[in-house]
């Protein structure tokens, strides 16, 4: 028997195919790096954005002077870069979205629907040292997927059976705003003979209810995040499927005894069984479980404007995914049977919304929303970082005065108007908000329109940190 006929035979196919993709991955960095970067966020928390902004910085990097905090650009060692996309089965619409953002008046990129993917390959001159060993030049393939914020939501269910996750369902919709919103869905339920022959016409329609539940939750005031399951939400190529025809089933209609083959609660069991199988393991392990670097993108100040169940609930899904993604340090052989995250950024979008003098304190805020979720990553050795950033900058620095004082002001398009605004935005707090807070209404950040993002000659001023948030995440990959 060979070599690789005895490893698999001890350690299974799987796993041996899984190791020789490694190996040659390992043998291809000698020349060759590649970065997968897990762009993570929330529905509408601005990831299509930060992915747009980030390719066209990236794609003049060799001849802008946008990035002067990341070091390889700075110092003029990007050579070119090359965006690969195209040969993607699903690339990235960044032409679409630019042609959006230099238009006049601009327009911010449409919501992801569908899942996308980004390849670029950066060339760049290797620091001199390096030079006579390694070659002048050397290439890092920069891999990043956009998908849908709410398919995000679909991979805890990896870790949970469908009674487990009925059991969190049951919390969650005892509770407001979720027990309004589907008080009428809920009381179909009690309708229902769960120990009875299933009638799957029942079951869609039931399914077809929960799904309107979710949206109404979703697009109401309180912008609800932890939306179970994600494609009853926004279904992508799954639309019509009997597979994404599910709901959970309140605890308290559960039957005391054995749950009889073919009845409603034995299909809605091996539909979530088939849910998970079907749709969310290949889509895990296709796209969650190699990547080697992350940046988690929280929208701060709508959580603020949204109010306490908004806020409560973003804390909440964020450390639901979060758990879902392999943290620790990449030795050879942890990344040959299981690549581990080692590097995490938490950034807080929209810091142009906010006034400079302000932006420490969104650092901050940032920093309590995610506390006990970079406590655990940090416990496993893992660097992490926290920062407020503007993908694409909207507004700029104004000055009034009031009673004899100056203030800092922003000045932009108002997006729900259309009309320029000069204002002070408010104050982000520096700790996390009380029952006085929320109850007084406090936070009224407005939402701004895209400034024009020209296709050519980009600056410093188009943005806020994006630099500093490359340097953190790939500085070390050109040195």
């Not at 796209?287 to 603020?304: A, G, N």
């Not at 002001?409 to 408010?426: D, M, N, Q, T």
């Amino acid at each position: 028997m060979g070599v690789g006929r005895k490893l698999k035979h001890w350690i299974g196919d799987e796993r041996v195919d899984l190791a020789r993709s490694r190996l040659h991955e390992f043998a291809e960095q000698s020349t060759e790096r590649h970065l997968r970067l897990a762009v993570t966020g929330l529905s509408q928390s601005g990831k299509t954005i930060f992915i747009t902004s980030l390719v066209h910085h990236l794609l003049h990097a060799h001849r802008s002077g946008s990035l002067p905090f990341f070091e390889v650009a700075a110092s003029g060692r990007v050579v070119s870069s090359r965006d690969l996309s195209t040969a993607s089965e699903h690339p990235f619409p960044l032409r679409q979205a630019l042609a959006g953002l230099s238009q006049d008046p601009p327009q911010w990129p449409e919501s992801t629907t569908g899942l996308s993917e980004v390849r670029l390959a950066i060339r760049y001159r290797r620091p001199a040292g390096l030079r006579r060993v390694l070659g002048e030049t050397g290439t890092l393939y920069l891999d990043i997927i956009d998908y849908p914020g709410e398919w995000l939501l679909d991979l805890p269910l990896l870790e949970m059976s469908f009674e487990q996750w009925c059991e969190q369902q049951t919390q969650l919709f005892t509770r407001e705003p979720r027990a309004k919103v589907a008080q009428g869905w809920l009381a179909q339920l009690g309708e229902i003979d769960w120990t009875a022959p299933a009638d799957p016409a029942v079951l869609r329609r039931l399914a077809d209810g929960f799904a309107s539940v979710l949206q109404q939750l979703r697009t109401g005031p309180d912008g609800l995040s932890l939306l179970q399951p994600g494609r009853a939400v926004l279904p992508g190529e799954y639309a019509g499927s009997e597979l994404i025809e599910l709901f959970p089933l309140m605890i308290d209609y559960w039957p005391s005894g054995e749950v009889p083959a073919g009845s409603y609660l034995d299909l809605l069991r091996s539909r979530y069984d088939q849910y998970c199988e079907q749709i969310i393991k290949p889509f895990y392990s296709r796209y969650f479980s190699r990547f080697d670097r992350q940046i988690v993108l929280v929208d701060c100040l709508k959580t603020l404007n949204r109010g306490e169940a908004c806020f409560e609930d973003m804390k909440a899904a964020l450390s639901a995914i979060l758990e879902s993604f392999n943290y620790g340090r990449s030795g050879f052989l942890r990344r040959l049977f299981a690549p581990r995250i080692d590097k995490v950024l938490f950034a807080s979008t929209k810091a142009d919304h906010v006034t400079a003098n302000q932006h420490h304190n969104l650092d901050r805020f940032l920093e309590l929303i995610v506390e006990e979720a970079q406590r655990n990553i940090r416990f496993d050795g893992i660097e992490t970082r926290s920062l407020a950033l503007s993908s694409i900058r909207s507004t700029h620095a104004a000055q009034a005065q009031m009673d004899g004082q100056v203030l800092s002001c922003l000045r932009g398009i108002s997006k729900e108007s259309g009309e320029e605004v000069a204002l002070f935005p408010g104050e982000v707090p520096t700790e996390l908000p009380g029952a006085d807070d929320w109850n007084e209404e406090r936070f009224r950040f407005i939402d701004f329109a895209p400034r024009r993002l020209p296709l050519n000659d980009l600056e410093a001023k188009h943005h806020i940190r994006l630099d500093q948030v490359l340097e953190y995440m790939t500085g070390d990959l050109f040195r």
